[in-house]
């Protein structure tokens, strides 16, 4: 089978981990358990995942010329990402992350500044034409500019490209920009925050997946953590529970199942199988720290579900 193309507009932060039991109060100072810097941000970690999945990914991205940036085209380059879409800043640096992990859970908090990717414009993105018009499937967040985000979704719908926008960290944007995706893929969280439907149940999770759609979404897919997926349209709802594996750390997971879905739906596999493929992915993530460097590999993922639950 041939690695179907994916286009992915996004950031680069370099993560800042800190493990401790928990985050200090205002005033505190607390000794930690462990750190580890790598690379990070969603749209370079959504990258990471669909190329070991097996997409052939472009990032559309920005960096600073700095060492931070040097990591980062280090990492895309290990997994075969193109990068000729990428644009480089002299003046702003590339971001950074600080993400707490609970040494007892495993859970995590993140503090995001997307630096040189934050400046990306509507215009900037306007330049990778080309490479989204020639993917099967277009992937944004909203760690970028809320005005790049749509317009890579618009150049996607121009060219027939199916859309995933996964709406992290959520935020108060023009409700017309669902109507520009085929997918929307936020978590429990960011769903609550979008519909107003606290997601605390796979059920409340329907009701959530009903805002969306009003929204204009053409299919609400919820990630619910260590529930599973719920991926919910006109016709049809259905959840899929995750696989049981002992978790290390939860950072990244999401990133893994946007990756692996968008590569899934490249594939044209069918909605349903595309998120049990991507639940394997996520699965797989938890298992290992860090979140570019726990996204598996497409022999992970096809063994993940070759043995079931």
């Known amino acids: 089978m041939s690695r179907p193309r994916i286009a992915i507009l996004g950031i680069f932060v370099a993560d800042l981990a800190f ?12 000794l930690g358990q462990g750190f580890a810097m790598g690379p990070g941000g969603k749209g370079s970690n959504q990258s990471v ?20 940036g040097d990591i980062a085209l280090k990492t895309w380059a290990a997994d075969g990402i193109d990068t000729s879409q990428v644009l480089i800043s002299d003046t702003v640096p590339t971001g950074a ?10 859970d995590n908090a993140i503090i995001v500044e997307a ?37 890579g979704l618009e150049l996607a719908r121009k060219h027939g490209v199916t859309t995933v926008f996964n709406p992290a960290p959520a935020a108060k944007i023009d409700t017309a920009i669902y109507g520009l995706c085929d997918y929307v893929t936020p978590n429990e ?84 199988d595309a998120m049990r493929f991507a639940c394997a992915c996520a699965a797989l993530s938890v298992t290992k720290a860090g ?3 726990s996204m598996p590999t497409r022999g992970e993922i096809d063994a993940m579900m070759a043995k079931g639950s």
């Open 49 to 68: 995942a669909a190329a070991r999945a097996g997409g052939d990914v472009s990032f559309i991205a920005k960096l600073g010329r700095d060492s931070f």
């Open 291 to 293: 979140t570019a460097p």
């Open 115 to 151: 630096g040189a990717a934050g400046t990306l414009t509507a215009d900037d993105v306007n330049l990778a034409e080309k490479a989204i018009s020639g993917a099967k499937v277009f992937v944004t967040q909203l760690e970028t500019a809320v005005a790049a985000s749509r317009r």
């Open 189 to 272: 969280t960011e769903a609550a925050e979008i519909t107003g439907v606290p997601v605390n149940t796979v059920d409340d999770a329907r009701k959530a997946g009903d805002g969306l759609l009003k929204l204009g979404a053409k299919n609400a897919l919820i990630t619910l953590g260590s529930n599973g997926a719920l991926l919910h349209n006109a016709t049809q709802s259905v959840h899929v529970p995750t696989y049981k594996v002992k978790v290390v750390e939860t950072t990244g997971a999401g990133d893994a199942f946007n990756g692996a879905f968008a590569v899934a739906i490249g594939e044209g596999r069918a909605p349903v």
């Open 19 to 30: 493990r401790a039991k928990r985050l200090p109060v205002m005033g505190e100072t607390l």
């Open 97 to 106: 992350a600080f993400i707490f992990v609970s040494s007892e859970t495993g």
